[in-house]
């Protein structure tokens, strides 16, 4: 059961430039979320989604867009990449009901220069 | 600001003591409060959770304690093991979308 794939592990962008991060997961989750951590911080909410077709900014949602046209897939993309997008980024994904239990990705290390 | 806050950034135990992990909130609303557990390079991994209308929950070697009054919440962990070193993130849950609020993390260091 391989849970929260995310893809890639590292990736370096020069300032300007935009990527997509992308984030599946095979447990038939309804909820999925996208979350930002900062060295020496805890995680920010960047945004979420309640199932396909639904999306909600979370705390930190500037410059950053999400899609979610299946439930297995919640990719996040960074249009004109900025130095504070440098962060490691976590995917996630929960049931209903799961009392905000969710299951985490390994992570994507950005950095932009 | 963040409404959950830990109250020290590191920890140093020795191997076989009990760790105690403490965690402030802010949020009366909070439905749930979360332990999460993450080792260096991998994401948050689910530990122990405590609804708001208990005051405390035992797992596996960990206990999580609830004081709704001074609205701070604690995890202790017995005879703490190399296993154990990793930054620990106390978070609230809100809302009917079960919303995750994470505080700024502390780092449990465990000698041999």
């Known amino acids: 059961n391989a849970g929260v794939t995310q893809t890639p592990k590292f990736r370096i962008l020069k300032i300007g430039q935009s990527m997509t991060l992308q984030c599946a997961q095979d447990m038939n989750h309804n909820y999925m979320y996208w979350y930002r951590q900062d060295p020496g911080m805890g995680l920010k909410l960047i945004y979420y989604s309640v199932g396909a077709g639904i999306t909600d900014k979370g705390e930190v949602p500037n410059g950053y867009n999400v899609s979610r046209s299946t439930t297995e897939d919640f990719p996040l993309r960074l249009e004109l990449a900025a130095p504070s997008q440098t962060s490691v980024y976590f995917c996630?994904?929960?049931?209903?009901?799961?009392?905000?239990?969710?299951?985490f990705g390994q992570g994507t290390r950005l950095t932009v220069v | 600001g963040e409404s959950v806050g830990l109250h020290l950034p590191t920890l140093s135990v020795q191997e076989g003591d009990n760790s105690i992990i403490n965690c402030a909130y802010s949020?009366?609303?909070?439905?749930?409060f979360i332990w999460y557990k993450q080792e260096s390079g991998k994401g948050p991994q689910f530990i122990i959770d405590i609804r708001s209308n208990m005051d405390k929950r035992q797992g596996q070697r960990v206990t999580v304690l609830l004081n709704k009054t001074v609205k701070h919440l604690s995890l202790q962990i017995a005879a703490t093991q190399p296993g154990d070193s990793a930054v620990y993130f106390c978070a609230e849950v809100t809302g009917a979308n079960s919303k995750l609020t994470f505080g700024k993390g502390i780092t449990l260091s465990v000698r041999p």
């Open positions: 949020n009366s609303a909070s439905d749930y």
């Open positions: 996630a994904s929960s049931t209903p009901g799961a009392r905000g239990v969710a299951f």
